[in-house]
């Protein structure tokens, strides 16, 4: 029982510690794939180490049906008491009813989470399938969209095909090097399967919107997103065209603030960081400290494994 | 990928063209002037859209009268509505290259702008 409080206490650390200290490293976007990957490991690691920690303890109340009051007087000294005497039983069936309902919950959270990345799975496939009707293929431009509307928006949507879709407005807009620089970031987004990335962060964070760690980094990876493909579209087109690009088409008033997710989030990171990319020292430092960030939930993970594959994962190994 | 999804944009177009409304026959007749094209791919096309919602239809005699539902600016408005996230119940995960700025952002990204201009780095 032991490895299961100390699987809850490491995801009780990550899930408070992590969004402060990920939000301070992953800031300036100075490694965004690195940043994505701490995110995602912090954020996937605790789902697991609850899953962890109620397997285990499911298996020992399992063994040690009968025994428990010793079980609980050898781990945990603070359950130890309410577990002497004649309150055995009662300790059981509590202990039971508490793992049974913590296993429900966990079902009804990942059976949200299903429903919510079917439902914006379809809706997005959709999406895209009505852009390729009703939009005009753009020549010259394979997999490329037109919409005829006034507001300025370039977006990339998956579907059958995946899709990039450009308004009329826009395209106005922009030059001809912009316009391949938006595309090709858009492009970045379809190739790298962010949209996968995001619905599944951003579907964590609405069924479970307490937990700081699930909705600061929905929308922090979803921010780093865009950074990646901001360095995909200057490798190929320059750090200032795309800066261009952006200024063509931000302040449109048409367009209702706050809306279209991280893409008003972080516009001024993202102009600063391609006009003045971090120095040398600054990007290594930098990206030490996100490996670091990286490394830390594998070999705690790693440290668990091999502790329980010695025979240290319960007190229970003593009462056989 | 090849398939009656490329048609259907044409198919469409034709409808809308014809005043949103026409029969199977009425659109392969127009079709098949141009492109090398089967009768029953264009009845399947017409047939899909149909299923997808933006066709309508009537018995006429053997056949059916199709009519779309909408415009095409009225489906363009429509894809706009949830491209901009105004439509609430939408879920779409759409990836957006800019959007709207709050002031904070824009006085933010004025300085960072101003800092290029003074060609200093931070």
Redesign the interface.
Known sequence: MSLAVCLLLYAFVIVVIGPLLLVRLTRGGVAPRLGILAWCLAIVSVPLAWAAALGLLITELVHAWGQLDRLLAGCVALLGAAAAGGRGPLVQTGLLLLATLSGLALAVLLGRLAAALGRARSTTFRHADAARIVGAPHHGLGGTLVIDAPERLAYAVAGRPHTVVITRAALTALDPAQLDAVLAHEHAHLTGRHHLLVAATTGLATVAPRISLFTAGAAEIARLAEMCADDTAARGHGGRTVVSAILALTGDARLPSGALGAATLGIADRVERLLFPPGLLHGTLARLALSLAVLAPILGAAAMIAWAATGGVSCGAVLV | ?RGF?EL??VV?ERLWAACGTGTVREVFDQLCAHRDIAYTTVQSTIDN?HR?G?LTRKREGRAYRYQTTAS??E??????V?????DED?????????????DE?LT??H???G??SRGR??
């Open positions: 990928m999804g259907e944009p469409i859209l997808k933006f095409h600016a489906h363009s408005a429509t894809l706009m949830e491209a901009l996230n105004r939408s879920e779409a995960v759409l990836s957006h290259f800019v959007g709207h700025m709050s952002e933010r990204l300085a960072v702008l800092q290029q780095r931070r």
